[in-house]
Every structure is written in C-alpha cells, then in structure tokens.
C-alpha cells in the first residue's frame, strides 16, 4: 500500500511544497518571496492538492523542513503543519535544512570524496552550518559561526563545496585552490520525499505537543530606531 507525503519548506524566501506518492514526486511549486510565507504556503497546498485530485485527509503524514533559517518563516511553516496534523490525527515528520539543502546541491557535486558545507544566512558574517560527506552522513554538528578568513582551514586535503545564501560572504573573504562554491542552491522540498519515506516506515515521528523548530540559537529583541525586532 502506498503512502502520501507532504513536504514543505519555508526556512528562507524560498517557498517549496512538494507531494510524493512513497518516493516518488506528483507535484511541486516552489515560489520565492519577500515578505511573510503565511498566505501563500497554504494557497500552494491547495493548489497542489487541486491538480494532483487528492484530498487533503488523504495525506498520510506531513513532512517540514525544520531549521535552521528565518525565525518568522520556521513558525509558520510548524504552525501549518501542526494544524494539519492535529485536525487530521496525522503524523508529523521533520528533516534537518541543512540536510535538505545539502540533497539539493547532490546534482551539482560529481566528487564524491569531497565535504558538503552548507551555509545558511545569520545575518552579518555569521551563518549556521553543518559539514557532511557525500552520501550526507554527518560529519560535524550543527553550529552557528562567524566566518573570517581562517574558517575551514584546516581542510586543505579535502575538496569542500559551500553552497546555501550564507555561503555568498564567505566567498568574498576567503580564496583556496579546495573551495568550490555553489551558487543558486536553496532548500528544496523536492529533495525530501525518500527522507520523509523512510522515517515514516520507521515510525520517527515528532511529538506535536512539544516540537519546536531548529533555530541552533536563541533569537532575542533589541530596540532599533524605536522598535522591537529580533536578532
């Protein structure tokens, strides 16, 4: 018996919903935005939905992408998800960006003795990055970091691929013959659907009660020109 899955991600002004029928893909859009993702992530559910001729109680488990990235972004992609989830008695499935994003460079990358460096924008010269191998086990744990000129410098025997919109600054302040950079790589809910398959067989499912997104840091308010914002 086959399963549906849908799979989001919301992390970033990259708005990406996919549908998968086990592993394999039935619909996708993905839309980039400026502002809130609130009005148009679920006027693309319906949308996908729509076309594929499935309803949305026939959906088997809801898969997110779950940090880290923007705090306002990860908030309303979960508090999509958990609606579905709890009105629909449905189980809920996160991934790790990082790992989304890193699936998402695969197509680009034909070493396969090399690192994957993901880099998600922290505002400034930070980001929040992870290192895999090629087959993305993990090499290092998720980490907020400031780049300087001095980062990764201690793998110079390895060919690294830094990818994902924190990577662009790190590009600006750093030159090594084993760098590579990949530009236009964003996380993409199509990269999703065999992760999303596989933790649902092996019934790897969140706790909707207390499941929180993946910020790797505390956000905190400051007062910027008489107003309250995060940083």
Known sequence: MSNKFLCIDTTSEFCSVSLFQDNNLIEFQN???????????????????????????????????????????LRIGLSSMKGFCFGLKKPLISINTLKVLSKSALNHIND????????????????F??????????????????????????????????????????????????????KDIMPDSRFMGDITSEKYNLNQFEDLSTFEPNYIKDFYLIKKKGKWMRS
């Open 31 to 73: 839309s980039i935005i400026e502002r809130s993702h609130s009005k148009l992530l679920i006027l693309i559910i319906d949308d996908i939905l729509k076309k594929s001729k499935i309803k949305i109680n026939e959906i088997d488990a809801f898969s997110i992408s779950k940090g880290p990235g923007s705090y306002t972004g």
């Open 112 to 127: 396969k003795s090399s690192i994957l460096c993901p880099m998600v924008d922290a505002r400034r010269m930070e980001v």
């Open 129 to 182: 990055t992870k290192l895999y191998d090629y087959q993305l086990n993990s090499l290092s744990d998720d980490k907020s970091l400031v780049l300087d000129e001095n980062s990764f410098s201690l793998y110079n025997d390895k060919e690294i691929y830094f990818f994902g919109n924190g990577s662009d600054k790190f590009e600006k302040i750093v030159k090594r013959k084993n760098f590579t950079f990949i």
